[in-house]
DNA sequence: AGATATATGTACTTATCGGTAAATAACCCT
DNA sequence: AGGGTTATTTACCGATAAGTACATATATCT
């Protein structure tokens, strides 16, 4: 008998793919949010019934988390990619176009779902918010960190305010999640973006 | 007898006050959204029961678009007064710092409730869900007629993309009703609105 | 005082919510 | 072939959702 749980092939097979089950959920969240989000609407979705959903994902609010990390990690994120880039701008540029490409993209539903997965919802609701707003915080932070690296490469001007330059280009980022719900499309957001950076310090 | 509906203190009087009853749900909704927000909740927070609530302000619908108008129309509401302002910037300076001021204020719930009432939401919220676009939609025309009006006025330089100019104004404001959500602060927020206006073009 | 009209509280309806018990089906290993 | 293990299906659970029927209470009008 091994030490860690066992993953060999033992007992019936699933009849589904976990990761596709799981894109489908993250799809519907994404559109209904999770308060607007029933267990019919996932199951129906996810093409499987209850038992196995929550066989495999625990519950409703353990799905959500799981969709909400697959989201982030999925191949056509663009936040963390554009942390890589070389100077301060091009990382703001990259990821203002990467949002402004991505929120109105027809082919998911419009926005982030970390902005409007759980914005304001029911108490039932209330730990899945916190989830988001943490994931929404750190992600200024790590932008701060970014740019205070970009400080020492010389590549802001030393007296820049890292904190409010990052605040204020998630504050532009989310509020793209927004246009995007309200029909914008790409290039409105792409113009939404050129006028942010004019805002942007440029190199020191 | 009267060609219009009858006002007249007829039948049993109303033992609540319809305005401070429509500010109780407005609070409701505007916290918890509008799939998140209960009836329970509801006659709770306005201290009436299910029928009073039903025969006062239709459904639940009804009463949230009744508490988005008093939302709107509220004497610390800052949208529509800051286009009274005689400069284009001083219309942006004004909304923004309004903004900060009012979507961080711990009197009442964080953010916009026109942002937030129903942006990721069940079918059944479709219609709120459309009716908040179509407030924010129409806030932007505002805006962007009133950037036009500037130009005219020659404080906006006449190349100027009012358009542009407005969506970018209101997709930072958008931005500022998820930071407070975060939990920004309202100086966190004016920083933000003082990045935004460096993006501003000044009188030509 | 009595008729009329409206509001209120209690109790109810139907539908759906998130979640689960239990029987059965499909796989691996010996 | 048979035992062990896990997934699936069906049917169900108690709680709560939005909305309403009905009897009663409180006002005005004649």
Known sequence: MSAVTSTVNVGRPRAFDMDTALEKALEVF???GYDGTSLSD???AMGINKPSLY?????KEQLFLKAIELYESRPC????PALEKPTAYQVAEHMLHGAAMNMADSNHPQGCVVVQGALSCSEAAA???EALINRRVEGEQKLKVRFDQAKTDGDLPPDTDTGVLARYLLTVLQGMAIQANNGACSEQLRQVAHMTLQAFPRAG
Do not use: D, H, P
Request: aromatic letters at 22%.
């Open 30 to 32: 994404w559109r209904k």
């Open 127 to 129: 730990s899945v918010k």
């Open 42 to 44: 996932l199951t129906e």
């Open 55 to 59: 066989a495999a994902f625990g519950n």
């Open 77 to 80: 994120s663009f936040f963390l």
